[in-house]
């Protein structure tokens, strides 16, 4: 069964750092991974997504990063904002079966 | 465009009451789910529809009835509310089952309590 990860439960950084939010699986073979923004009551935004054939992806100041082997993936935001403060998740698809199994996620607060 | 619209945004549930769950899309999207979300957990599926007519379980099904009689509405059942469902609930919707080129889209959730 595919377990996923996301370490830190929550993160706290000054306005303008860069950070990093890490995202481990279990099951090598998965599909594709995701990676997801929540904002307070709310549901999910899908930020950017790694065909399992790809190595990372950019989209604007975010670049998610993918070692299949090692089972990780990493989320980097650039010169982080307030308005970046929500909670970020990351979702696997694994080659058997249709659905996403989530990790639990990162609860990210930008302080101005 | 609403997109997908989850009703009601709130209710609260003696033990042993019963509810439903309803999830409406726009989309003219085949596939649907229903997720559950935990504190410090990720979505746990509880069950999908691939078409109209059509239901299977996900992960965490148990005390749980879905029905997809019209292609835009997917409703969640409980029969008999018990405390361990207290969670928010996420409804999804997606052309079909890959997310490559087809992202998911989600309500706005449904905070339940059952007390």
């Known amino acids: 069964k595919q377990e996923v990860t996301q370490i830190p439960a929550a993160l706290s950084v000054p306005e303008g750092e860069n950070l990093v939010l890490n995202c481990s699986f279990t099951?090598?073979?998965?599909?594709?991974l995701q990676w997801f923004r929540q904002d307070p009551g709310k549901g999910l935004t899908s930020l950017l997504l790694?065909?399992?054939?790809?190595r990372e992806q950019t989209s604007g100041r975010l670049n998610a990063s993918l070692d299949k082997s090692s089972g990780r993936s990493t989320l980097y935001i650039a010169a982080s904002q307030p308005g970046d403060s929500a909670t970020y998740l990351c979702?696997?698809?694994?080659?058997?079966?249709?659905?996403?199994?989530f990790g639990g996620g990162t609860r990210l607060m930008v302080k101005p | 465009n609403a997109g997908v619209t989850q009703t009601p945004k709130f209710r609260v549930l003696k033990t042993g009451q019963s509810m439903t769950l309803l999830c409406a899309q726009d989309?003219?999207?085949?596939?649907m789910y229903w997720y559950r979300q935990d504190p410090g957990m990720g979505l746990r599926l509880i069950h999908y529809?691939?078409?109209?007519?059509?239901?299977a379980k996900g992960e965490v099904p148990d005390g749980y009835n879905v029905s997809r009689l019209k292609k835009q509405n997917f409703l969640l059942g409980l029969e008999s509310a018990a405390p361990s469902q207290t969670s928010v609930y996420f409804c999804a919707s997606s052309r079909d089952s890959d997310p490559t080129g087809s992202p998911l889209h989600f309500g706005n959730g449904t905070r339940l309590t059952v007390t």
């Open positions: 979702a696997v698809f694994n080659n058997a079966g249709n659905m996403l199994t």
């Open positions: 989309m003219n999207h085949e596939y």
């Open positions: 099951d090598s073979a998965i599909y594709n």
């Open positions: 529809s691939v078409g109209e007519g059509t239901t």
């Open positions: 790694i065909q399992s054939s790809q």
